[in-house]
């Protein structure tokens, strides 16, 4: 009963990981699909020489850090006004939490069209509100391109950590509330004291989680800038894609690949060995 | 009065946060019914003159988006399909029997969860055209329930998990099989579990984009999301017709999930990561 999925994940997952260590030795585009020729280090070499990597890298950093951060913050901030039964609760978390399910790509184009230099309704409105004498490019410009796709991510992750912190909450024994009440504990007091020691772990393991998974999210970016404008949105996933669908070269993609697989193996051993030992639970 | 004005204070967050949820979808729905004219206009015109479907209409006919759905909905539904019936059976035995490799195979499965499509799409790429399968709707049926089963063995293992042995102790003492036991005794009583582990691969199978452009190159193969991407680089595509298109492509997940909401947060809370 186990083979099923197991020798799926073997062939569609683990072999093809193996498969691309290798490729990432060969030069291989479409055009060569069935004669690959070894080519040692040399598509490595290529990547690290890059003088665009380091800007890549450090792209690929503001995006993750401020990404997970602020969708952190804001989804604490909703997990604790929802904390509280209300009338409607139910009905409120559907509508709230519905963007969690949605396809990142075509989130990515919606957002696109609300940031539009031109046309865009989030100009319309700050103009209106005289915050804007003109039209701001989000996207086109260099100096807020970057802003604008975290913006859409940010968006995009709250109801995640809203959905994982207020569960982690809601299973806070209430006696340690009315303990913290007897001792005159207020609002902060409760939530420094109380709440975040508390769901310490959950927070562990759900930001831990989403840096693995905002660093290989590049649906929203491939959306709204591929990467661009001048490489200001690029990171490293948008920029192994756009060597796949742009320039054809599999042996260079697959290298680039493999570095990020190596970041991504790092932060999945350090979650897997916390899980292991029981530092948080699933 | 202090509790009032905490009261309010929570009412005014909780407001802020629904509007700047669901401002977006309600603008690329409003973007998507006006007439042409209406669409390049700034200051922006907030209400469409007259509400109009011509660019839903343009979709289905000229862009043949009627095609494009089909084949979305053919590629979820299949892999979701079994991507279910091979994780309940691969969850059962992981919850259930104590053998050597155990851990390691749990492991496995939280690894390849964190597996990227993007990231293997190339090797998956090769080995499909070895098998001449690249550009078929069943190279990415292949693909997505290869992504499904690892995820929805997770999340059957957390349902799993709190239903007690008991139950199909009986079943197993009268002679059935572990097969059976399953079938027959645990899996009607998991129905929620199920639906969920169903919903959760076809959203991710319905929205998945990488693979299948990479994939799916002609018109009569291309799923939604693909034939959005190729919208991009079209030239003289309207935005209205655009936020048609967007709004055709998320639909389907907004109903799945509006179903299914309940038990797939159940499901993601309780070990199931992929979000």
Same mark, same amino acid.
């Given at each position: 009963?186990?083979?099923?999925?197991?020798?799926?994940?073997?062939?569609?997952?683990?072999?093809?990981?193996?498969?691309?260590?290798?490729?990432?030795?060969?030069?291989?585009?479409?055009?060569?699909?069935?004669?690959?020729?070894?080519?040692?280090?040399?598509?490595?070499?290529?990547?690290?020489?890059?003088?665009?990597?380091?800007?890549?890298?450090?792209?690929?950093?503001?995006?993750?850090?401020?990404?997970?951060?602020?969708?952190?913050?804001?989804?604490?901030?909703?997990?604790?006004?929802?904390?509280?039964?209300?009338?409607?609760?139910?009905?409120?978390?559907?509508?709230?939490?519905?963007?969690?399910?949605?396809?990142?790509?075509?989130?990515?184009?919606?957002?696109?069209?609300?940031?539009?230099?031109?046309?865009?309704?989030?100009?319309?409105?700050?103009?209106?509100?005289?915050?804007?004498?003109?039209?701001?490019?989000?996207?086109?410009?260099?100096?807020?391109?970057?802003?604008?796709?975290?913006?859409?991510?940010?968006?995009?992750?709250?109801?995640?950590?809203?959905?994982?912190?207020?569960?982690?909450?809601?299973?806070?024994?209430?006696?340690?509330?009315?303990?913290?009440?007897?001792?005159?504990?207020?609002?902060?007091?409760?939530?420094?004291?109380?709440?975040?020691?508390?769901?310490?772990?959950?927070?562990?393991?759900?930001?831990?989680?989403?840096?693995?998974?905002?660093?290989?999210?590049?649906?929203?970016?491939?959306?709204?800038?591929?990467?661009?404008?001048?490489?200001?949105?690029?990171?490293?996933?948008?920029?192994?894609?756009?060597?796949?669908?742009?320039?054809?070269?599999?042996?260079?993609?697959?290298?680039?690949?493999?570095?990020?697989?190596?970041?991504?193996?790092?932060?999945?051993?350090?979650?897997?060995?916390?899980?292991?030992?029981?530092?948080?639970?699933? | 009065?202090?509790?009032?004005?905490?009261?309010?204070?929570?009412?005014?967050?909780?407001?802020?946060?629904?509007?700047?949820?669901?401002?977006?979808?309600?603008?690329?729905?409003?973007?998507?019914?006006?007439?042409?004219?209406?669409?390049?206009?700034?200051?922006?015109?907030?209400?469409?003159?007259?509400?109009?479907?011509?660019?839903?209409?343009?979709?289905?006919?000229?862009?043949?988006?009627?095609?494009?759905?089909?084949?979305?909905?053919?590629?979820?539904?299949?892999?979701?399909?079994?991507?279910?019936?091979?994780?309940?059976?691969?969850?059962?035995?992981?919850?259930?029997?104590?053998?050597?490799?155990?851990?390691?195979?749990?492991?496995?499965?939280?690894?390849?969860?964190?597996?990227?499509?993007?990231?293997?799409?190339?090797?998956?790429?090769?080995?499909?055209?070895? %098998?001449?399968? /690249?550009?078929?709707?069943? $190279?990415?049926?292949?693909? !997505?329930?290869?992504? =499904?089963?690892?995820? &929805?063995? @997770?999340?059957?293992?957390?349902?799993?998990?709190?239903?007690?042995?008991?139950?199909?102790?009986?079943?197993?003492?009268?002679?059935?099989?572990?097969?059976?036991?399953?079938?027959?005794?645990?899996?009607?009583?998991?129905?929620?579990?199920?639906?969920?582990?169903?919903?959760?691969?076809?959203?991710?199978?319905?929205?998945?984009?990488?693979?299948?452009?990479?994939?799916?190159?002609?018109?009569?193969?291309?799923?939604?999301?693909?034939?959005?991407?190729?919208?991009?680089?079209?030239?003289?595509?309207?935005?209205?017709?655009?936020?048609?298109?967007?709004?055709?492509? %998320?639909?389907? /997940?907004?109903?799945?999930? $509006?179903?299914?909401?309940? !038990?797939?947060?159940? =499901?993601?809370?309780? &070990?199931? @990561?992929?979000?």
């Amino acid at each position: 009963m186990l083979v099923p999925t197991f020798a799926l994940v073997f062939f569609v997952n683990l072999y093809p990981l193996v498969r691309g260590g290798v490729i990432s030795f060969q030069r291989l585009t479409v055009f060569n699909l069935n004669n690959p020729r070894f080519v040692g280090w040399n598509n490595y070499r290529t990547i690290l020489n890059d003088p665009a990597f380091p800007r890549l890298l450090w792209n690929t950093f503001v995006w993750i850090a401020c990404s997970v951060a602020f969708q952190f913050l804001f989804g604490l901030i909703l997990a604790l006004l929802l904390a509280k039964p209300f009338f409607g609760r139910g009905l409120y978390m559907g509508l709230v939490f519905y963007p969690w399910a949605l396809s990142g790509f075509a989130i990515g184009l919606l957002w696109s069209w609300l940031l539009n230099g031109q046309f865009g309704i989030v100009n319309d409105v700050l103009i209106r509100l005289g915050l804007l004498k003109t039209p701001i490019g989000f996207l086109s410009d260099e100096r807020f391109a970057m802003f604008s796709v975290i913006l859409v991510n940010v968006w995009y992750g709250i109801p995640f950590f809203a959905i994982m912190l207020l569960a982690a909450i809601q299973s806070i024994p209430s006696e340690l509330y009315e303990a913290a009440q007897i001792d005159g504990a207020g609002f902060f007091r409760k939530l420094f004291s109380v709440t975040l020691p508390y769901i310490r772990p959950t927070i562990y393991s759900t930001v831990l989680l989403r840096i693995i998974w905002v660093m290989n999210f590049p649906d929203i970016i491939y959306g709204m800038t591929r990467g661009g404008p001048a490489g200001a949105t690029n990171i490293l996933s948008v920029q192994m894609i756009n060597i796949v669908y742009y320039r054809n070269n599999f042996g260079l993609a697959s290298a680039l690949g493999m570095i990020i697989t190596a970041i991504l193996t790092i932060f999945a051993v350090i979650y897997l060995t916390l899980l292991e030992r029981g530092e948080f639970e699933l | 009065m202090k509790k009032r004005a905490i009261g309010i204070l929570r009412a005014i967050g909780l407001g802020i946060f629904l509007v700047v949820a669901l401002f977006p979808l309600i603008w690329i729905f409003l973007t998507s019914i006006k007439p042409a004219t209406e669409v390049y206009t700034f200051p922006v015109k907030y209400l469409p003159s007259r509400a109009t479907f011509e660019a839903y209409r343009y979709l289905f006919s000229f862009a043949r988006f009627n095609m494009y759905f089909k084949n979305s909905f053919v590629v979820a539904t299949v892999s979701a399909g079994f991507s279910t019936f091979f994780s309940l059976m691969a969850g059962y035995v992981l919850t259930r029997e104590r053998f050597k490799l155990r851990t390691f195979l749990i492991l496995v499965l939280f690894f390849v969860q964190m597996l990227p499509t993007y990231l293997i799409m190339i090797p998956q790429f090769t080995m499909f055209s070895r %098998l001449k399968l /690249t550009n078929t709707l069943t $190279s990415v049926i292949i693909i !997505y329930t290869g992504f =499904g089963s690892a995820f &929805g063995t @997770i999340m059957a293992r957390a349902f799993l998990k709190n239903l007690p042995r008991t139950i199909e102790e009986a079943a197993l003492i009268d002679g059935c099989n572990r097969f059976q036991a399953l079938f027959r005794v645990v899996i009607p009583l998991l129905l929620p579990g199920v639906g969920s582990i169903f919903s959760f691969c076809f959203v991710n199978s319905w929205n998945e984009v990488f693979t299948a452009v990479l994939f799916l190159h002609t018109d009569s193969k291309m799923t939604v999301p693909v034939a959005l991407y190729s919208f991009v680089s079209k030239a003289g595509i309207q935005w209205n017709v655009m936020a048609a298109g967007i709004i055709v492509a %998320l639909l389907p /997940t907004i109903v799945v999930f $509006s179903l299914a909401q309940k !038990y797939i947060v159940e =499901g993601l809370t309780q &070990g199931a @990561i992929k979000a």
